[in-house]
């Protein structure tokens, strides 16, 4: 299909004049405010769904590109890592939403996310017509990780035990150099949550996690995270739009967040607290989630900040 002002690629009734304008012109405040600003976009596995959301997901890409905003995503690819240890026989199990990661499962791992999905995320947005270049935390010394551990309880245990979750690391330290590169030379950088050990070897990290650190690192205006929920819902299942270190406690003493979402907001607080302005959880599949959430005054998702106002 042509992509003609009139025929717009995501499809629907093409806006009269003055609501074309109409639109811009809100927009008008976001782009002054974010121009030449860093926006870390998490692109969750959930999220990529079908080909039409990421071609969606690498239009809104490449938009934040043309207005002068450096977008830098980090991609997941848990259900695609999950469905190739299905396919050779690799049995897989997650312990507090981290996947126990031994030595034939990293090798998986790196190559689902560092070849398969990194290089299909390069070619939509090339598609979309920006230019992207394709890394893990490996290249150029981007991220070095560390062994993670973790203390969980069994199910016939009421004592928490340390579990080993093998090749599973975390960001130590980062240099986001090769990114300011990428950037610098209107280039999108497409990062596949892979690092390398201190003596050579290969970590799998979770995708949060990681876009968390380079988000803190980097000082970014915005981490957006893109899941399959419409963000952060309070106990009767409404959006909460906004939240701080406070009012996150008090949703767990209620026992309203759970699973995934636990260490996704552990990751919103810690960017923040890091340099990050402001975390926002967001509904990856929604049609353009992220334009609407940056470019229209009422937002979308749930924006996470370390302090209220701060
Ligand atoms: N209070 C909550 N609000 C929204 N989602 C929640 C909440 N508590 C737990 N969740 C779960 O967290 C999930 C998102 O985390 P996760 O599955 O790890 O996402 P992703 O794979 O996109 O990183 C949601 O699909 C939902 O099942
Ligand atoms: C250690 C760990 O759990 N790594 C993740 C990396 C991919 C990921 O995080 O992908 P999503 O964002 O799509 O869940 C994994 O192996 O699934």
């Not at 690498?58 to 995503?73: C, E, F, M, T, W």
């Not at 070849?115 to 230019?131: D, E, L, S, T, W």
């Amino acid at each position: 299909m042509s992509e003609t002002p009139d025929n717009p690629a995501s499809g629907g009734e093409p806006l009269q004049p003055g609501a074309k304008a109409s639109v811009l012109i809100e927009a008008l405040p976001f782009l002054r405010r974010y121009a030449g600003r860093t926006f870390v976009v998490k692109y969750g596995g959930h999220a990529m769904g079908d080909h039409a959301a990421a071609a969606s997901f690498a239009q809104d890409v490449v938009l934040l590109k043309a207005v002068g905003i450096n977008p830098v995503v980090v991609h997941g690819g848990g259900p695609q890592i999950g469905a190739m240890l299905g396919r050779l026989g690799v049995e897989s199990r997650f312990v507090d939403g981290l996947r126990v990661t031994d030595e034939a499962t990293v090798e998986i791992a790196e190559m689902v996310l560092s070849g398969a999905i990194n290089k299909q995320i390069v070619a939509a947005i090339h598609a979309a017509g920006g230019r992207a270049l394709g890394i893990s935390g490996k290249d150029a010394g981007l991220v070095r990780a560390r062994k993670v551990s973790r203390e969980t309880r069994t199910q016939d245990s009421a004592i928490e035990q340390m579990v080993d979750l093998g090749f599973v690391g975390e960001p130590e330290t980062i240099d986001p150099k090769v990114i300011e590169m990428a950037t610098e030379s209107g280039l999108i950088p497409v990062i596949a949550p892979i690092g390398a050990g201190e003596n050579g070897e290969t970590f799998n990290i979770n995708a949060d996690t990681m876009a968390g650190a380079i988000a803190g690192a980097m000082g970014a205006a915005r981490l957006l995270l893109l899941t399959d929920v419409a963000g952060v819902l309070d106990g009767d299942g409404q959006l909460v739009t906004e939240l701080d270190e406070a009012k996150i406690e008090a949703l767990r003493k209620q026992g309203v967040i759970t699973g995934g979402m636990i260490p996704k907001l552990e990751t919103c607080l810690s960017a923040t607290r890091d340099g990050c302005e402001a975390a926002v959880i967001l509904d990856g599949r929604v049609d353009h989630a992220m334009l609407l959430e940056f470019f229209t005054a009422s937002g979308a998702g749930t924006l996470v900040r370390a302090r209220e106002n701060g």
